[in-house]
């Protein structure tokens, strides 16, 4: 009887063994999926053609979004599509503009016054038991000036003002990169024009240092 029970004892055991999954394998796809879900930090170098989404309906994002087009074509360094599928890359934003009134107000015065005065007065005579002469002079006078000068001025500007903020995914639905620009306009351009303007010369900014990294790199290889 109790080697009946030790049997089967051993059975279950080596049944539970078997149905284990090995421990190296567990851990090794927990590693493989850590580094799909990463990031290519560089992959905003591979970036060659983008396909820029709608901002919006209303008119400002669907002017802010053909700014931004305006810009990526102007750049001379990406590619805009229409074809959502031969993108490397979806651009993707919100926009907002906004006016103001701004109000300056300028006041000056001016206030001359001046003043000039004099008197003078003389009595002589003589007196004597009722009978005598009593001659004299007086002298006096007084002149007051004053004069004022003020000037105002009151004057309201319209100041408008464009913030964007965009950024790049990748066709895995990851965020390469983003920024948000804010302008009350250039001296040649508007609000909206120099925020995307802005925008897009941050993106070029930030390819260019990453481009300046990996050729650092590459001259620190040793052949």
């Known amino acids: 009887m109790l080697t009946v029970f030790l049997a089967a004892y051993l059975f ?13 394998a567990t851990a090794a796809s927990k590693s493989t999926a850590a580094k799909t879900s990463d990031p290519d930090p560089a992959a905003l170098i591979k970036i060659k053609r ?12 669907k002017e802010m979004q053909s700014m931004i087009v305006t810009s ?26 906004r006016s103001s009134q701004e109000v300056h107000a300028l006041g000056d015065s001016t206030t001359v016054a001046g003043a000039a005065g004099g008197q003078h007065g003389e009595v002589s005579g003589t007196v004597i038991d009722g009978t005598g002469s009593i001659s004299g002079s007086s002298n006096g006078g007084f002149v007051s000036r004053h004069m004022g ?11 408008d003002r464009a913030r964007i903020s965009i950024r ?16 009350k306009g250039a001296k040649y351009k508007g609000a909206s024009a120099d925020a995307a303007d802005l925008c897009i010369k941050q993106l070029l ?19």
């Open 12 to 24: 279950q055991a080596a049944l539970a063994t078997n149905s284990a999954p090995p421990p190296t």
């Open 72 to 97: 990526l074509v102007g750049s001379k360094r990406f590619l805009v599509t229409e074809n959502r599928e031969r993108a490397d890359a979806v651009l993707k934003g919100v926009a907002l503009e």
């Open 149 to 159: 000068i003020s000037d105002s001025s009151l004057n309201t500007e319209t100041v």
């Open 50 to 61: 983008i396909y820029v989404d709608s901002f919006g309906e209303d008119p400002t994002s």
């Open 168 to 183: 790049l995914v990748s066709s895995d639905g990851d965020v390469i990169w983003t920024t948000t620009q804010e302008s």
């Open 205 to 223: 900014r930030d390819v260019s240092k990453l481009q300046s990294g990996d050729s650092e790199h590459d001259g620190n290889k040793q052949p």
